[in-house]
């Protein structure tokens, strides 16, 4: 019936088309061109309309409820006229036909069961004028393309975009709550979400996502190339996945993006804002930021505030660069992939996050209990907040823009490289090293600005590359606790004036450490390569362990060198100790004629101070400085002097001071030598000015050359030669030392008494000045010029000779002053030139020799002894002899023999004792003139003692007061004894004398 029916139909009805189904149960109508009114409405379960290719056919002005189906097969347009169609069961378009508005007020298209295109691969498009409404239906693109292009379409919960086709939306619509999608489209418009959630796939190609969105877990949002694809004024959550497969942007106007799922970058895409307020992206703990694709970089821009919530940030390809200046990483941010994760502007860290590939390289970095994992590198930008780099995690800095730390707390418990020139800049920052800090270039750390900033070392801070200088620089104060500070190459340089270096600091590497201003030293450090090149070095109980050199600079506060350890003093500026205590107890070694300058300061050697150059020990300043001598001060380089000046108290307190080479010159004028002390070394210890010496010491090479040497008890041993200056005080010769007197200046023994059990060279013939003084002579005191004994002011002085006082050489006179108190106990020999005793000088010892005695008479209540065994003696004056004294004549033979020659009186008494020596080879007959006087002759000898002559000897002795002479004559040789072999050399050596002694008297006669 239907074949033959609608032929007829459309003839008779023309606009208003009826069709009537032959069934009772199910009728189907059919629709060729029209207005939808004399129709079924509404259309109920089992019924159905077809419309099929003939003419237009409106919805006008009705208000149709479909239950059933709605079959439209051609592509002609479905026109809605001020009408509402509502589908509760389904709408099926076969052809690529329109839902156009035609005219009147808008119309609706509500959807409750399925709308579907299930025919035809072109579009089918909703267009404007008609509000699609899809009340948790079916939207299904079987083949071709269902088109939401009227702008006012919406898709309440439970709506689900089905079929092979495309669900396409291409102007604005809303979304409200829940919807699954295989196939839907959004390409334009705004897409505002009322809680919509995205279940399955749905592909974004243009427009702007606004209101509230969730992709929901395990469902996905594709994004495609297209037109500008936003993000507006929406809060959109993902806990599926979003691709965003595109390199056009994502924009945001003031919109909020929750990530918990997967938000992929598979392009080299941007986060932008597009205007409005400030937007957020925040990726949570679960959520994963992925740049999977791409080799550029994809940005997220100013305006797009960028927060991750512990998720992962993952640069598969290419680089993730924040660049918004609002990005904020929170506690559990992970930073993955094989690309790059850059942060270019400002941004926030809170909290511990990993990372295998973040590039820091520009702007403020501000942590919140930033902890830092992985490897991170940092190409630009500040540190700002509080920041740690985590044990055993590596921050590379490397060359790009200016590096800061700013207004932070950064403790480093990994390892952070260096590996650019460029600068370590600080303002108002604290950093703690508790790991590495390695410098892989020759960079400095360096002020910027801000209040003093600090950093401390706890562990190792080190230059491992680089032949140039790294420069701590001013107002960072370098704290070093313990930790190691190592210059494999070139030369870390401390400059800044405030770093400290506390106990337990080791300096050590091939290159250099040095300090060249300021800096304190607190405890015990050691070091292979620390040079201290200027500024003062304040030491707080300061302990020096290794090898350090000193080229400029200031010692102050309290310092030691500790045994075996050493300090090289380099030339290059002043060097001083200025208000310290140094105690050495190593070796320190002067290797430069540059001063040691000392101000204010006590240097204790308890160990070796090696002056290896001509420098000399200044007082730069202050009050009196001392140097404690307790072990070696030594020069051992150098032809120069070093001099100790004025107002350095040097006191030896037992120590050795060695001259190898030049000369050591103690000139300050208050040197103190104690008890012990031991002059040593090929070179010449000089003291040209005052000074004290206490207890016995030793000499190699002591010359005494000026001032007063007071002595307390002092006692010489070894050599001392004296040119000049005076002995004051308590002063000892030992028995078997030397002092020898040399030319110089005056040479005075000045209020002292002086005991010299030694031997006392006088080899000047510069006076031997005494002034209020004592002197025992116990020694030898050799008169080896022509040389007087002076009084040279204050009360009378003495000398008292109970050894050897000699005049040894000087054709001259050697006169003993008459204000000088002298007594002889001992022996006094005259074997060169004239010694000229005290006016009326009582003899109670000895006078020997071959030269003259000088005085106006001597008194000999001793012995006097012509000869040296034997000889001549000549007194110039006249001789009185005493009961108790005796004259010594030896006789060896009648050519040598002892005679007394007076030139002028002598009066005899006491004894004449006469020994013969040698082979005593003397005859009967022979005659021997033992005394021959110029003047008068009176008295004779009370005694006469003979020893050595042979059995049988006899003689007479003759007093020939007409010749005023005394001949021993003899009157029986006896038998003669057998000489002893050592008196042969006597004998031989006075046979001169004794020749010239005949001649004397063949004249005389």
């Not at 959520?287 to 100013?302: D, E, L």
């Not at 015990?524 to 500024?535: H, K, Q, R």
């Amino acid at each position: 019936m239907d074949s033959i029916a609608r032929p007829m139909l459309r003839h008779i009805v023309g606009a208003s088309l009826l069709a009537v189904c032959a069934s009772s149960q199910a009728t189907n109508y059919s629709w060729t061109i029209g207005n939808y009114s004399f129709l079924p409405n509404p259309i109920t379960m089992s019924d159905s309309v077809t419309a099929d290719a003939g003419g237009d056919k409106n919805f006008s002005g009705i208000s149709l409820v479909n239950d059933g189906a709605i079959l439209w097969n051609p592509s002609e347009r479905l026109g809605f006229v001020s009408s509402s169609l509502t589908n509760n069961n389904v709408v099926d378009l076969r052809g690529d036909a329109n839902l156009t508005y035609v005219g009147g007020a808008a119309s609706t298209f509500i959807n409750n069961a399925t709308f579907q295109k299930s025919v035809a691969f072109g579009t089918t498009t909703i267009g404007s004028g008609i509000s699609f409404t899809n009340n948790g239906g079916i939207i299904r693109a079987a083949a071709g393309t269902i088109d939401f292009a009227s702008g006012s379409a919406t898709f309440n919960v439970g709506t689900q975009f089905t079929g092979a086709g495309v669900n396409r939306v291409s102007s604005s619509a809303s979304f409200n709550g829940a919807f699954t999608s295989d196939n839907l489209v959004l390409t334009g418009g705004n897409f505002t979400g009322s809680g919509a959630s995205i279940g399955g796939a749905v592909l974004w190609t243009g427009g702007q996502l606004v209101g509230n969105w969730t992709v929901g877990s395990g469902h996905t949002l594709h994004v495609q190339s297209d037109i500008d694809k936003n993000f507006s004024g929406v809060a959109f959550t993902n806990f599926g996945a979003v691709n965003w497969q595109t390199s056009e942007r994502a924009g945001f106007v003031s919109s909020a993006v929750t990530n918990h799922g997967l938000f992929d970058l598979k392009n080299d895409a941007n986060l932008t804002y597009a205007g409005g307020g400030a937007s957020s992206f925040t990726n949570a703990a679960t959520g994963i930021f992925r740049k999977s694709g791409g080799a550029g970089a994809s940005v997220i821009g100013s305006g797009v505030s960028f927060i991750n919530d512990g998720g992962v940030i993952n640069a598969a390809a290419g680089t993730i660069e924040f660049a918004g200046g609002s990005a904020t990483f929170n506690a559990n941010t992970q930073f993955t992939g094989a690309g790059v994760n850059r942060v270019s502007n400002n941004a926030s860290f809170n909290g511990a996050f990993t990372s295998a590939n973040l590039v820091l390289s520009g702007g403020n970095f501000t942590g919140g209990s930033a902890s830092i994992s992985g490897p991170v590198e940092w190409t630009g930008g500040q540190f700002v907040g509080t920041w740690t780099l985590a044990t055993g995690h590596t921050l590379y800095a490397r060359t790009g823009s200016e590096k800061n730390f700013f207004g932070t707390t950064f403790v480093n418990d990994g390892t952070l490289n260096w590996q650019t020139a460029n600068r370590v800049g600080f303002v108002s920052s604290a950093f703690v090293n508790n790991g590495t800090f390695n410098l892989e270039a020759d960079a400095n750390l360096t002020y910027i600005g801000g209040s003093a900033s600090s950093f401390t070392n706890n562990l190792t801070f080190l230059k491992s590359a680089g032949t140039g200088t790294t420069t701590i620089g001013s107002s960072i104060g370098f704290v070093n606790n313990g930790g190691t500070i190592q210059a494999d190459t070139g030369t870390i340089d401390f400059a800044g004036g405030s770093a400290t270096f506390n106990a337990g600091t080791q300096f050590s590497g091939a290159g250099v450490n040095r300090v060249s201003n300021h800096a304190s030293f607190n405890g015990a450090f050691t070091s292979a390569n620390l040079v201290l090149d200027g500024g003062n070095y304040t030491g707080g109980a300061a302990v020096i362990g290794g090898t350090v050199t000193w080229t400029g600079g200031q010692f102050v506060g309290g310092w030691t060198l500790a045994s075996g350890q050493t300090l090289n003093a380099q030339s290059g500026i002043d060097k001083n100790l200025s208000g310290t205590a140094f105690v050495n107890s190593g070796t320190l070694n002067w290797n430069t004629t540059d001063r040691i300058g000392f101000v204010s300061s006590s240097f204790t050697n308890n160990g070796i101070f090696d002056l290896k150059a001509d420098a000399n020990l200044t007082y730069i300043g202050g009050s009196a400085s001392s140097f404690t001598n307790n072990a070696m001060f030594r020069k051992s380089a150098g032809a120069g002097t070093t001099t100790v000046g004025s107002a350095i108290n040097f006191i030896n307190n037992g120590g050795t001071i060695q001259a190898d080479t030049g000369t050591i010159n103690f000139a300050g004028g208050s040197a103190t030598f104690n008890a012990n002390t031991q002059f040593t070394g090929a070179g010449v210890n000089r003291l040209s000015n005052h000074a004290s010496f206490n207890g016995a010491f030793t000499s190699a090479n002591l010359v005494l050359e000026g001032g007063n040497f007071t002595g307390t008890a002092a006692a010489i041993s070894g050599t001392v030669a004296w040119t000049g200056g005076q002995f004051v005080g308590s002063w000892t010769l030992a028995a078997s030392q030397t002092l020898n007197a040399q030319s110089g200046s005056d040479k005075n023994f000045f209020g002292t008494t002086f005991v010299n059990n030694g031997r006392l060279n006088w080899n000047t013939a510069e006076r031997v000045g005494f002034v209020s003084s004592s002197f025992v002579n116990n020694g030898t005191f050799d008169l080896k010029a022509d040389a007087n004994l002076s009084y040279a002011g204050g009360s009378a002085s003495s000398f008292t000779n109970n050894g050897t006082l000699r005049k040894s050489d000087g054709t001259g006179s050697s006169t003993i002053g008459n204000a000088v108190n002298f007594s002889n106990p001992g022996t006094i020999e005259a074997l060169s030139g004239t010694l000229v005793l005290p006016a009326n000088f009582n003899n109670a010892g000895f006078i020997k020799g071959n030269a003259t005695v000088q005085t106006t008479l001597l008194i000999n209540a001793g012995h006097v002894a012509p000869g040296t065994s034997p000889g001549v003696l000549t007194l110039a004056g006249n001789f009185q002899q005493t009961s108790s004294g005796t004259l010594d004549i030896e006789i060896a033979s009648t050519s040598v023999f002892d005679t007394l020659i007076v030139n002028g009186n002598a009066q005899l008494g006491g004894t004449l004792a006469l020994q013969c020596i040698g082979a005593c080879a003397i005859a009967t007959g022979n005659s021997f003139v033992v005394l021959d006087a110029t003047g008068d002759l009176t008295g004779t000898f009370a005694t006469v003692t003979t020893s050595g002559f042979g059995a049988g000897f006899a003689y007479t002795l003759q007093y020939d007061t007409t010749n005023d002479l005394v001949r021993v004559n003899v009157t029986n040789a006896g038998i003669p004894p057998i000489p002893e072999p050592h008196t042969w050399a006597l004998l031989i050596a006075g046979l001169g004398l004794v020749t010239t002694l005949a001649r004397r008297r063949a004249t005389r006669r």
